[in-house]
């Protein structure tokens, strides 16, 4: 596939915009990458294991096309696990795999045919003889793809060894995100043994709090600016902090909890967290809406991040507001990024988060990851608030190759902002070019460097 070529670009402004933002450097503010495998830095074997080894996305796919786990996830051959894909593109017109397959085998590997079933086995020659030519290794991916920042996705009780070995022997700032999603979850029975893998002394609220701020720093140390959060559940508002230690106690003494208890705790420990965030200049993100093992048997024998995630029930706007005005009463919001997974939420969410200074609606996420939910993202922030404070594309995977998004999602936004242009809804030249390389660069940049839009 040939990438100079006006893919996505749909007139002619589009194109001459793409040219002035095309080469701009990634900033990769949220992702799941292995700092271990950075740091390890070990050479791809095969277009297969590049491919095949970790990405959900694709696995999902192949068991939409209902090829059998053995060839997903299972012993079959990686030639064959790469003719199952390829049968499961050839069926898939719209899906954004199909053309962020064929922009990795353009960018990473000069090749221009297109991945399909009767090209396979050629392209899979082709790829893995030049795998064993000319090597190529995590740390040179990110360096070929002009990638500039990395933020990963971490855990309150990492070690971030491998954050700190990074900063030593590679160019490229990899820091860390404090992920908080193990700090909830009390009416499983896992959580004490999870709240003490943070400290192991942890019996009250207060020790709680006390080492999460000690964490907190922890990351700050290794180069932290943002800050995670899964939102499956989403308290209906604030909870005074007596209650929530009385049933922070009684959480870790192993009594069962109730769904009450849970969202009594979520909604102090949110406002907690987000005064700790705003004292350290941290960006505060909430990805809201996932239902995470959906598949259970799935679940059982993979484990999480295997495909079997869905879009949960919608959440009330109303508790948004009520959390966002009780941090805000607390001292100030940190700078805040919402990402929405369902998308009959978006318009209500981006109208509430226009309510309070600095928070921004994020990327299009996980299955609104594609052209049209792009889109969808880029006019509803646009006609909700500024899309000029927009913060961003990010890749929000597992895989070495997904850069491509960022190439994707810039020839998208070029397409919009000419169609604006040309129907004469906003000048060319300069104002539009500035708005395209905020999106595309500098907002994050701007982040990235302590200073909120």
């Known amino acids: 596939m040939n990438l100079n070529r006006p ?152 070690n971030l060894k491998e954050h700190f070995l990074l900063q030593k022997t590679f160019s490229i700032p990899v820091t860390p995100t404090f992920r908080t999603d193990s700090l909830f979850g009390m009416t499983d029975p896992t959580f004490p043994l999870r709240i003490r893998k943070i400290g192991a002394h942890i019996r009250t609220l207060e020790e709680l709090e006390g080492a999460i701020e000690s964490k907190l720093d922890f990351f700050v140390s290794a180069g932290c600016r943002f800050t995670d959060l899964g939102v499956e559940d989403f308290p209906d508002g604030p909870a005074e902090k007596k209650e929530a230690k009385t049933i922070f106690l009684q959480a870790m003494n192993g009594q069962n909890m109730t769904a009450r208890d849970e969202n009594c705790y979520r909604g102090y420990l949110y406002r907690f967290l987000a005064k700790k965030y705003r004292e350290r200049n941290l960006v505060m993100q909430w990805h809201i809406g996932p239902k995470r093992n959906a598949n259970p048997e799935l679940f059982d024998r993979l484990g999480p991040d295997c495909g079997g995630d869905c879009i949960d029930t919608p959440i009330k706007i109303h508790s948004v507001l009520s959390l966002l005005a009780a941090i805000q009463n607390d001292g100030g919001l940190p700078k805040t990024i919402l990402y929405c997974l369902d998308p009959a939420l978006l318009v209500p969410l981006a109208a509430a988060g226009a309510s309070f200074c600095g928070v921004s609606i994020g990327a299009a996420w996980w299955f609104s990851d594609h052209k049209h939910g792009i889109r969808q993202v880029l006019q509803t922030v646009a006609e909700q608030g500024q899309l000029a404070a927009f913060p961003g594309m990010l890749t929000d995977s597992r895989s070495f190759l997904s850069y491509v998004r960022h190439d994707y999602f810039r020839r998208i936004l070029c397409t919009l902002l000419g169609e604006w242009v040309e129907s004469g809804e906003f000048p060319s030249g300069a104002p539009t070019e500035k708005v395209a390389r905020k999106l595309c660069y500098e907002n994050m940049k701007n982040i990235i460097g302590g200073n909120i839009l």
């Not at 096309?65 to 790469?82: F, V, Y």
């Not at 922009?103 to 020659?125: S, V, W």
């Open 7 to 158: 893919m996505l670009l749909e007139n002619q402004t589009a194109e001459k915009l793409y040219q002035k933002v095309r080469q701009l450097p990634i900033l990769d503010y949220h992702c799941h990458l292995s700092p271990k495998e950075l740091l390890e830095n070990q050479p791809f074997e095969s277009l297969c294991s590049l491919w095949l080894s970790r990405d959900h996305y694709k696995w999902r796919l192949m068991r939409m096309a209902g090829i059998s786990e053995r060839c997903i996830t299972g012993n079959a051959s990686p030639e064959e696990k790469l003719k199952c894909y390829a049968e499961a593109l050839a069926g898939a017109p719209g899906n954004p795999l199909f053309l962020w397959s064929q922009m990795e085998l353009a960018k990473y590997f000069e090749t221009q045919e297109t991945f399909l079933p009767e090209t396979c086995d050629r392209i899979r020659e082709q790829t893995d003889r030049l795998l064993k030519e000319h090597p190529l290794t995590p740390q040179e991916l990110l360096l070929r793809s002009k990638v500039e920042y990395v933020a990963t996705t971490d855990s309150p009780d990492s």
